[in-house]
Structures are given as structure tokens and as C-alpha cells.
């Protein structure tokens, strides 16, 4: 049977009613109209046609015979293959009918498939649509992933450059932290040395005409191994030492870095002084001089230990004949017994005295303690004319000396004659006689009295050295025998006992020089500056052989 019918037939048939066939079994296989979209890009209306060609024919309809494309493609004559009968014939014949059936039915099939067609096309854009706006959305998705993905690496890197960062930060924070602690440890290195050297400057407030008393305190002050010895080794506990008590309270503020630069006054001291002393009561001016006498005696009483002696070696028999070095070494044996304190330690020395009878020209030596040398300068000036006579000891006006000239005129014999005669044990009777001190061993600090006579009315100059030296001047030489100037007790003014005291010191933490005049303490501008004033009380220590 010919295609070349069914278009015939179909041109004869109106299409009309062709929805009322029920025979709609025919079921399109509609994954089978799926176009393959990469074949389109813009499903619309005026691609139909193109979209018609490209979908593949229903199968299994019409034995494969795909209706359409013949029917476009290949009309064939109506009249070809049919023979012409007359009208009733052909009304009435049979295969006519069945024919006619036949295209009815092929007509509404073509009418069903051109509705799922329109349907299948109505999906497929949907559906294409559809997978437009997904692809538009994986797009969007994907390009956002990548940003995504690139912020993630852009805050990936930042995040290992932070880490970089940190990790150099921790390093420079340690680095900075060793150096702090090394610079801490400097510091306090530094401050260690600085609180070695550096000197407490303490003053003492006049409480009344006390500056000989601040002048003598601060002067002993300044010898450092009584000031140790009070400050670590000695207890204020017992009421019997008086003097020592105060002497300690004192240097305690003296040395006290919480009067450092500043000043203290001692008024429980002068009490105490008062008290035990008559001559230092009231606010009469006094002398140096008898304070510093008074001080070392009675600190030496009060802090002396004697120690036990065999007492049958060391008396002396009178009228035995010793010579000088065994006298000497039986005196100093019992010194050493008797006189056990921090005082007679660094200010007792020993001295000798001779006597010569004129008559059997024996000699008599004696021994004592001394703690303090007294040169009266008019006698010493007045020995310097008398032994040279051509010397010069005028200087700007007035009486120049010098301090060795002391120590000779100190170890001069006097001629004791008339009522000044001297009994002799050998002759039994007075007789004339030659008497004379010597210094026989010097003690750790000397103290040295320049007198000037009563009122200092003797206006001197006395050339004293800082280093002194005593070799010439001592009997023993095997002791200390050179010295450095440590204390200059000056006087200002007409009167000892009207005028004013103050006291040179050389600081024994820098070695400096400082004045101390009552309440202030100063730097002084030369290691001389006491020159300038009226040099009244000397003080000299023994250099360790190590010192010079
Ligand atoms: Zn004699």
C-alpha cells in the first residue's frame, strides 16, 4: 500500500473532529525528543522547523515509516496507481472504506502526535529553560566558588604571612626580653659599684655652738675601721657605756643613707657629753682638742677588754738596770694586755721618755701611752730661729714652719737643772739631767695638735704634707712609719674658744675631699682646701705597705 493514498485521502477528509478519535494509545517515548542542547542555543518559535528535522521519528509507528517527511518530500500522483471506478463503485467498494478507515485513523494519529508534539516542544523548552537557568546558576555557582577559592588563598597566604610575622615578632620579643634582663643586670651591677663608691654625706646641725663637737665627730667618722667597728661589730645594749651608746647612734645616722644629703642633729649626744664632762656643758664654745681627748679615753674605757697576763714576767724592778729594747718589749707585753680596745688599737702609740743624770750619765728610759701629739708652734718656731739662725720662717708676714721641725723640736732634750732637778735611783739624790720624749711606735692613726697658744694668739703657717713620713722621727721603724693625711680639723677666728671649727675629710669610699662645716656637706674644690683655713688638728693614717 502506497503513501501516495494517504495524502490523497487526507486532502479529502476535513481535519476537523480529529480530536474526537479516542485512539490515543500511542505513547511517545519522550526522552526520545530531547534535543541534544548543545545543537541549541535559543529554542524559540522560528527554530520549530529546524527542531522538527532533528527529532528523530517516532519508532514503532507505521512500520518506521516516518509519515511526515514523505509526506513533505515525496508527493506522488493520486491518479498514478488507482484505477478510476464510477461514483457508486466507489462508494460502495469495500477496500474504499477500509481505506478511508484506514487514513481516519492515520489522520487522528497525526493529529495526536502534532498535540504531544506541541507538547513534547512545550517541554523541551521548558525543560531547556530550565537547564539554561541551571547551567546560568552552575556558572554564577561556579565563578563564585572560585572567588571563593581565590579569597580563600588570598587569606591563606595572609593567614602564613601573620604566621611569619608572629614568629619574628616572638623572636624580637625574646631578643628584647634577654637584652632587658642583660641591661637589668648591668643596672644593678652598676648600682652595686656606684652604692660601693659612692659616699654617704651626712651633716650635724649646730645645736649651739657645737661646731667643734661636729668638727671632732665628724673627723673620727671619717676613720673607717671605728666606723665599721661601731656599725657591725658593737651593741648599744649595755647602759653602762654611756659614750659608746651615743657615739653609735651617731655614726649610725652619720652612715644612714636615710640622712643621706642631709643632716642630723646630735642632740642626745651633747647630753650624754654634758653630763659625763662638766667642761662640755652649756653652749660655751670648746676646743676640739679636749673633745677628742676626752672621746678616745673614755670609748677606750668603756670598750676595753684586758686580757689575762701573766703578771709575775712583766714587773718591772726599779732598781734594775734594763736596757731600752727589753723595757720596751715588757711595756708593750702589758700594753697588749691591758689595753685591748678598737681605741687603743688605732690610736695608742707608745712613747719614751729619757732622763740623763749629769752625774753618772745613766740613762733612765720610761715608757707610756700616748694617743695624740701636741706641737706648740711659738716653742717650735722659736727652737727654728735659735738652731738656724740664717733660716727663713717668714713667710707673707708672718711665722712659717715646717712640720718636720715639729717632730725634732718634740725629741729634744731639755736641760733640767735648778728646781727642775731629776732624782737619780744610782746616785740616790737629785741631780741635774738631760729629759726628753721620742716617739717609740706610732699608732695606726696619729693625731696631731697644732697649738697656737691659749686663744690661738700665735699666728703660724704650718707646711704639712699628705704623705708623712716618719722613718727619722720614731725609734721603732720596724711599724708603720709613713702616713696620709685623712683629717684637717681648721679654725677660723681669733679665739679657740670663740671661733669656728670645720672639718676636712677625705671620704674614704672615692678618696675625695669634703668639708664638713656643721649642717652641709661639700665637695672640696682642691685636695687643699684646708689650707685656707687655720689647720687646728690633724689626722694621719698608717699606709699598709700595700698602699704605697
Ligand atoms: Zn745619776
Redesign the pocket.
Known sequence: MGICQVQKISELVPVNGVNNNQNKTTSFPTQSYIPNINQYSSPNENNNNELDRKIKPYQGYNNGVNPTTNIIQNPTPLNKNITPQPPNQLLNNPQINQMENAINKLKQQNEDFKVTLEANKKLLNEQTNAKMKLQKDLLTSSQNMETLLLQQNDLKEQIHLLLIENNQLKLNINQTQIELEQKAQALNALQIKYDEIAPILVGLDNIGATCYMNATLQSLSNVPQLTNFFLHKFSPNDPKKRMSNEYYQVVKCLWSKKYNGKSYAPHSFKNVLSQMNPLFQGVAANDSKDLINFLIETLHSELNMPKNKNTTNNIIDPSIQLDEVKMFNIFLSNMVSEYNSIISDLFYGVLETQSK??????IKYNFQIYSFIEFPLEQVYNYCISTTPGGSYISNGIPSIDIYKCFEHYHQLTPMVGDNKIY????RNE?DAFYGTCLYSLPRYLIINLNRGKNAVFKCNVKFPELLKLTNYVRYTEGKTIFQLNSVICHYGESNMGGHFIAYCRHYKNNSWYIYNDSTVQKCNSNKDYLHGMPYILFYKALDDDDY
Not at 424 to 427: A, F, I, L, P
Open positions: 743624770c749629769i752625774n753618772c750619765q745613766r737619780c735611783n744610782e746616785c741631780y
